[in-house]
């Protein structure tokens, strides 16, 4: 209908010539944050199965180290009684090689 080329092309590139030229719809902003917010409950959710999956391994932990102070507990005990009886044996042979010196000593 115009017959000034240079204004009609003018006007036509004011037009979008791609779709991404086009400038979004409120549907289309409103679909995106839809889109974003359905993530982040995604997001939100595998992070509560992380942290509860995290908890479970506190609590074998724990076990874990109940488990360990009962070996350290009963290992203390099988040293001491094992210190024990090396102690008794030890000072019962030397009260023994003692005696056997006074009794050397006493035959001559």
């Known amino acids: 209908m115009l ?4 204004a009609v092309g003018e006007m036509l590139s004011n037009f979008a010539a791609r779709d991404v030229d086009e400038p ?3 549907d ?4 995106r944050i839809a889109n974003v917010e ?3 409950a995604e997001v939100r959710g595998e992070v ?3 942290r509860g999956e995290l908890a479970e391994v506190r609590g074998e932990v724990a076990g874990i180290r109940g488990e360990v102070a009962s070996l350290e507990q009963r290992l ?4 001491h009684a094992e210190m024990r009886t090396m102690t ?4 019962g042979s030397m009260v023994a090689f003692v005696g ?7 035959i001559r």
């Open 38 to 40: 359905a993530r982040v």
């Open 48 to 50: 509560a199965e992380v």
């Open 24 to 26: 979004a719809s409120r």
């Open 3 to 6: 017959d000034d080329e240079e």
């Open 100 to 106: 056997v010196l006074v009794a050397v000593d006493l």
């Open 28 to 31: 289309f902003v409103d679909a």
């Open 76 to 79: 203390m005990t099988a040293m």
């Open 88 to 91: 008794q044996w030890t000072i």
